[in-house]
């Protein structure tokens, strides 16, 4: 909004405004005065400049000379801390405090003050902070304090995270429900990281969705990913669950808890909740904060409501065009994800596993895999990974609210076995995973057991003329020698007898040495 040109002011204000040059002028005649150089022409000039009359810089001046203030002051009426009392007692109501002023004036035998002079000494006195925060309290009146911004940092190194609740009406369940987005944000990019949308109030799975969203950066979540420096949430009892902070303090994240009702320090996110209600909530059908047509009605609250997942899927669209569409004035309008990809700044990497291990709820208990595969709540779950697993402890984690699927861990050694799904929500491609998986097991052990059959029996050289049996696997003295050299080269130092005792370069005289050359005559079978 461009300021108000000269045109523009009001007579109040260009009246105020000569009076604050006219001190200015005033002096700097006087400053003339004294070094003798002070001439009509110089105050005709100021008078000119200032619009006002001659005899007005001269009359000012005079003044100036005596020590006298330029300005005459006046007795008005000023507020006082009894009159701020009576602002916040009738919680700034301004014609109710006359009421009062004017009784106490009665009883005195004092003039009453009026009610426009008191309007007056009010928007004089107070600051829009100070009326607002008698009128309404401190929320109100901290909206009319200035916020100093942070200084720049670097990508990954500060998160915001909050729950919205979409003002939209959609389809849920057969019921009408208005469902809550879960994000973070990058303060220094503007970069939406992840997000989790959840048709009735979110919980801590809904945050470790959306963590799990933001962290990684595959083709489904990305191009944004990493670990964050630090993130700043508020004191949501979901944000502060047990599975929350142990995820976060695994991966050594530190998480700024702010104060109860400060929004002002979570700035970005907040910007983001209010950018998302203009620029995309406001647009749905079924919009709760719609133009009302009269008391009751509102614009378009007959219209057909979205499926929750068609929402879903509107908002996925919406996120992605934020990030690589939307371009920042405050940035050299860039967009969020040019200005992530313009950062050179290393990321924190994690691997998946890691995250089956920490963004997700453990059970405390060790649980067996059996013959219908592991039960946990009451329910069975099944996968193809499990076939010659039974009786296998295994530790289970798992997405609160979300037990369509489960993490196995072995209770051993915490290696992470595989995904198991709900075995009456089995899909067809699963029951084919786990009957792949069987045929599979099946094949190789019966490769195993003909390779076993085959070592095991043993074949004989066929004779001719009488004689013992020998076996098939003899060998000539030559290959034995050989053989022997292999073995000895290859065996390593610990793994000799304890009363192996080394051949000496130079033998005792007393000693047959055998000869070390290959024999000539024709191979003799041993």
């Known amino acids: 909004m461009e300021p108000p040109g000269p045109d523009d002011l009001t007579d109040e ?11 200015p002028a ?50 008005r009426f000023e507020i006082t801390d009894d009159i701020r009392t009576l602002l916040a007692y009738h919680r700034g109501n301004i014609k109710a405090v006359h009421k009062e002023i004017a009784k106490d004036a009665e009883k005195t035998g004092a003039a009453p003050v009026s009610l426009s002079t008191l309007h007056r000494a009010v928007k004089r006195g107070l ?31 500060e998160w915001e995270g909050d ?23 990058d303060c220094h990019t503007g970069m939406i990281m992840g997000w989790a949308v959840t048709p009735h109030f979110p919980h801590r799975g809904s945050v470790l969705a959306a963590l799990r969203s933001c962290i990684l950066h595959s083709d489904t979540y990305g191009p944004a990913g990493g670990l964050p420096t630090r993130i700043r949430i508020d004191r949501g009892k979901d944000f502060l669950s047990r599975a929350v902070q142990g995820a976060l303090g695994a991966f050594a994240v530190q998480v700024d808890v702010l104060p109860p009702y400060t929004p002002h320090l979570k700035g970005s996110i907040e910007n983001l909740n209010r950018a998302a209600t203009s620029m995309f909530f406001s647009t749905l059908p079924r919009y709760t904060h719609a133009q009302k047509l009269d ?32 371009k920042m004035a405050d940035y050299g309008d860039l967009t969020p994800l040019e200005w992530w990809n313009s950062e050179d700044t290393p990321l924190r990497e994690v691997s998946a ?29 099944m996968a193809g990974w499990m076939t010659g697993r039974s009786g296998t402890r295994v530790h289970i984690r798992f997405q609160p609210h979300h037990l369509e699927q489960i993490e196995v861990f072995d209770a051993d050694n915490r ?24 045929t599979e097991r099946a094949r190789r052990l019966r490769r195993d057991l003909r390779r076993a059959e085959a070592l095991r029996r043993r074949r004989f050289k066929p004779h001719t003329t009488a004689g013992p049996a020998r076996a098939d696997a003899a060998m000539t003295r030559q290959q034995a020698v050989k053989e022997m050299r292999t073995l000895r080269s290859n065996r390593p130092a ?28 024709p191979e003799e079978r041993t």
Not at 44 to 67: C, D, F, I, K, P
Not at 364 to 371: D, E, K, M, T, Y
Not at 415 to 438: F, M, N, P, S, W
């Open 26 to 75: 005033v002096r700097a005649l006087l400053e003339l005065s004294k070094r003798g150089e002070l001439t009509t022409a110089h105050v005709q000039l100021s008078a000119h400049t200032l619009g006002v009359h001659v005899r007005t810089v001269w009359r000012n001046l005079a003044r100036a000379r005596l020590g006298e203030p330029l300005k005459r002051s006046r007795d």
């Open 353 to 381: 596993e890691d995250l089956h291990a920490f963004l997700l709820e453990g059970d405390r208990s060790a649980r067996l895999i059996h013959g219908h595969g592991i039960r946990f709540k009451g329910r069975d779950y």
């Open 13 to 23: 204000d260009l009246a105020r405004q000569k009076q604050e040059l006219l001190g």
């Open 415 to 438: 290696h992470h076995l595989g995904t198991a799904y709900l075995a009456d929500q089995a899909t067809d491609e699963q029951i084919e995973q786990v009957y792949q998986a069987r």
């Open 163 to 185: 729950h919205k609740q979409a003002p939209v009406w959609v389809w849920a369940d057969g019921r009408l429900v208005k469902p809550w987005v879960t994000w973070f944000c």
């Open 494 to 521: 610990d793994d000799l007898p304890p009363d192996y005792m080394p051949r000496r370069v130079i033998p005792p005289g007393c000693w047959a040495v055998p000869s070390t050359t290959e024999p000539t005559q």
């Open 127 to 157: 600051t829009p902070g100070d009326r607002a925060g008698l009128k309404a309290g401190i929320p109100a009146s901290r909206g009319h304090d200035p916020h100093l911004r942070r200084p720049p940092t670097a990508r990954n190194e």
């Open 295 to 326: 008391a009751r009605r509102r614009s378009g609250e007959k219209d057909p409501a979205l499926t929750f997942e068609g929402f879903v899927e509107l908002f996925a669209k919406w996120v992605h065009a934020r990030n690589t569409e939307h």
